[in-house]
């Protein structure tokens, strides 16, 4: 297993228009964790899954947002209507009871987001 | 709510010194904290967990501490060199346990 992949590196779209990001989470992780990155901000939580249940979503997450994990793999991110202040690096993370009590989270490279 | 700070915001350093970066939460009924390591413009890196049980882990030259009771980890660095330049991200788990909660992190640099 090569750890957390995310798709794409970096991503480029005009403001109003829909991305969706991809990430692949560590195979025998059941937990799955978006964050976003603001330049010179530590990384803040949006949402996370448990297996295909999403099962809480900060308030940072708003109607533009959704994120989906079917079948408890690989999660989606969508951003629709995109603005500025959307432009940002998104984090996806991964873990289990298992490997959290070991590792901790196991973070992807991430997608950098700009909106222009 | 766990709130997580870290000080200094930026460092600069000449190599070959030993440094101590400081990460303070708010919420102490943790089990565990995580430091990181963010290149710029990358993801994290894991640097060091340590367990709510611990009181110290060591990597390497690094080496972090974790006192629960003052809310307080230390991340300390020793015989830096220009490769350690980065940004450092210390992140303890919100109340819930169900994520990590960041500081800012700490900008280091280390001339050569």
């Known amino acids: 297993d090569t750890g957390v992949s995310q798709d794409p590196r970096h991503k480029i779209t005009k403001r109003g228009q829909n991305v969706t990001f991809r990430c692949d989470p560590i195979s025998e992780h059941n937990r799955l964790y978006w964050y976003r990155q603001t330049l010179g901000q530590g990384p803040e939580f949006l949402t996370y899954f448990q297996n295909e249940a999403q099962l809480e979503k900060s308030r940072l997450l708003s109607d533009r947002f959704s994120a989906e994990r079917p079948k408890g793999s690989f999660s989606t991110l969508e951003i629709q209507r995109t603005e500025q202040g959307d432009s940002a690096m998104y984090l996806c993370?991964?873990?289990?009871?298992?490997?959290?009590?070991?590792?901790?989270?196991?973070f992807g490279s991430g997608t950098r987001l700009t909106v222009v | 709510k766990q709130e997580v700070t870290q000080i200094p915001a930026a460092l600069s350093v000449p190599e070959g010194e030993n440094l101590v970066l400081n990460c303070s939460f708010t919420d102490s009924a943790i089990y565990n904290l995580q430091w990181f390591r963010q290149d710029p413009g990358k993801g994290l890196t894991s640097l060091l967990l340590?367990?709510?049980?611990?009181r110290e882990q060591t990597s390497g030259r690094l080496n972090a501490s974790l006192d629960k009771s003052s809310g307080r980890s230390t991340l300390y660095i020793a015989a830096s060199q220009p490769g350690d330049s980065a940004t450092y991200l210390c992140?303890?788990?919100?109340?819930?346990?169900?994520?990590?909660?960041f500081g800012k992190g700490t900008t280091l640099s280390v001339s050569s």
């Open positions: 340590i367990q709510s049980s611990q």
């Open positions: 993370a991964s873990s289990s009871p298992q490997a959290r009590a070991a590792y901790g989270y196991t």
């Open positions: 992140a303890a788990p919100n109340q819930a346990g169900t994520a990590l909660i």
